[in-house]
């Protein structure tokens, strides 16, 4: 069972990793072609400030709450063999998705400007402030789209289905990057706004193939006293607060980067979107595809599995994002330079990016960790636990954040964020272990020091490789490359000396082979 079990999570992670590498390179090409428009600077801040409150909304009303709540109900009736009763459930959910969404956005369509001035970006401008507030009207329309779209990818989850939910984020972009072509030469960022509007049907329509084959179904109902619609509400409450903590806090650091220097907002924005990158391809991916496989293991109450679950899981984690986050550190100042020099982007626009992003890149561990650990407690239908933590790692979030921005800036934000999500990591951690006796802490503490010494040893290969390209006088690419691929190979090496297995759980299920902690 334990073998079958690894081979389903690893076979559809190496899905959902493959859909979000193309979304990842989509938003990569995004950025480039933003690059050669626009610069960082008041524009650039002005629209990613947009965002902030209808990222919030879409949060709160369908975004991982829903999730979280409507996979397990949903699951409950494929389980009976009830599909009436799944699309049923997945209509009234739908519906008052639309209803509640629509109320809300435009609330705060006619509240823009007090929000912005007052909440969102203080710091800014009267002419950015006006700029702020007609990106986010424009982008309060997506939310609408996003939150169908929402349903629909956890009704596909429901039916283990991952893969066009995971390719859904790479058409997004395409809808951004039609508007920084063709509109933002006459419209500036409004037009990279419509962009993100079209981006959102894109990320809709991407799933329609699916639904149809598993016979959609559609009424015009809201069944709010179903006790299946009941429970998802319940279950949806904490979660929705725990994800808003989230989200309240990046506003909070917009509002105090709107302080600092023009393009802080920016600069936060594009360090933490490269961050993400690794991020989603391994803490996301693992998540998304465990979480159903850890909510049956605790339908059936079996702490065993659950431990051995998230253990693997977790050590797997932790071999790909501790050397990714060293890489991110070492190589993230050229990479940017490669992707972005030469457009309208200049050396200072790029140095304040990798000023976030390196300080970005300590937390990548815990943050990819995270979603696994988070998981754990949604799994046994807990959302209140990690509802509780997260708000003080919020809490933790701003007070450290402005007792850093004065001396370190952006760069300040994006430390104590690193350091708030680490301590929120142990800490899930730690009450894991009192709630099920043991989280085998020992085999992964191992398998992270193994990792960790790895890493020391990838990182010296790394700048090895880079001081002997300099002496050859090679360009960025070819320099990157060789780097990259001496990186690579030193880790490998290491992890076979070191005998860690947790780096191969993935190539693992595709050749048969038993993982150990």
């Not at 390179?25 to 610069?39: C, D, K, P, Q, Y």
């Not at 506003?251 to 023009?262: D, F, G, H, V, Y």
Request: glycine letters at 10%; proline letters at 4%.
């Amino acid at each position: 069972m334990d073998e079958r079990r690894h081979r389903h999570i690893a076979l559809n992670t190496l899905v959902v990793i493959a859909a979000f590498g193309l979304a990842a390179a989509m938003g990569l090409l995004r950025n480039v072609i933003i690059s050669r428009e626009f610069t960082i600077g008041s524009q650039l801040d002005a629209y990613y400030a947009g965002f902030k409150l209808p990222d919030l909304l879409f949060t709160i009303v369908a975004g991982g709450a829903l999730a979280t709540a409507f996979i397990p109900v949903f699951a409950d009736f494929l389980a009976g063999g009830d599909r009436p009763g799944a699309w049923r459930l997945a209509s009234a959910i739908t519906n008052l998705v639309v209803i509640a969404v629509a109320l809300l956005a435009g609330l705060a369509a006619l509240s823009a400007p007090w929000l912005v001035r007052n909440l969102l970006a203080p710091g800014f401008t009267p002419q950015a402030q006006a700029e702020t507030v007609t990106v986010m009207r424009i982008v309060l329309l997506s939310t609408l789209l996003f939150g169908i779209s929402s349903v629909q990818s956890s009704v596909l989850h429901g039916f283990k289905h991952f893969l066009l939910p995971a390719l859904a984020p790479a058409l997004y972009p395409l809808g951004i990057i039609a508007g920084a072509l063709w509109l933002a030469p006459t419209m500036g960022v409004m037009g990279l706004a419509w962009g993100a509007l079209l981006g959102s049907f894109l990320h809709l329509a991407g799933k329609v193939p699916a639904l149809v084959y598993y016979g959609f179904r559609w009424w015009p109902v809201l069944d709010l006293r179903s006790p299946a619609v009941r429970r998802v509400g319940w279950l949806m409450g904490p979660r929705i607060l725990d994800l808003a903590v989230f989200q309240l806090t990046l506003i909070l650091m917009t509002n105090l980067a709107s302080r600092l220097a023009e393009g802080s907002v920016s600069a936060l924005e594009w360090g933490w979107d490269a961050m993400q990158l690794p991020e989603t391809l391994i803490g996301t991916a693992f998540g998304i595809v465990a979480f159903p496989t850890m909510a049956e293991l605790a339908a059936r109450a079996d702490v065993p599995g659950l431990r051995r679950t998230l253990g693997d899981t977790t050590r797997a984690v932790l071999a790909l994002a501790t050397p990714a986050a060293a890489a991110l550190i070492v190589l993230g100042r050229p990479v940017l330079s490669l992707l972005y020099a030469g457009g309208a982007f200049d050396e200072a626009a790029i140095d304040a990016i990798y000023v976030a992003l390196r300080f970005f890149a300590l937390g990548l561990v815990a943050q990819t960790a995270l979603e696994l650990a988070a998981r754990a407690f949604f799994a046994q239908q807990d959302t209140i636990t990690p509802l509780l933590v997260a708000a003080a790692s919020g809490l933790a979030t701003i007070l450290l954040g402005i007792l850093l921005m004065g001396t370190m800036g952006h760069g300040g934000l994006a430390l104590a964020d690193s350091v708030a999500v680490t301590a929120e990591v142990a800490t899930l951690w730690l009450l894991l272990r009192r709630r099920w006796g043991a989280i085998e802490g020992r085999a992964t503490l191992l398998t992270f020091g193994r990792v960790l010494l790895a890493t020391g040893v990838m990182t010296l290969a790394l700048y090895g490789a880079l001081a002997w390209a300099a002496g050859q006088d090679w360009s960025l690419l070819p320099t990157l490359a060789a780097a990259s691929a001496a990186g690579l190979l030193t880790y490998l090496a290491a992890c076979v000396l070191l005998r860690e297995r947790a780096v191969f759980y993935l190539p693992s299920a595709l050749v048969g082979l038993k993982v150990k902690g």
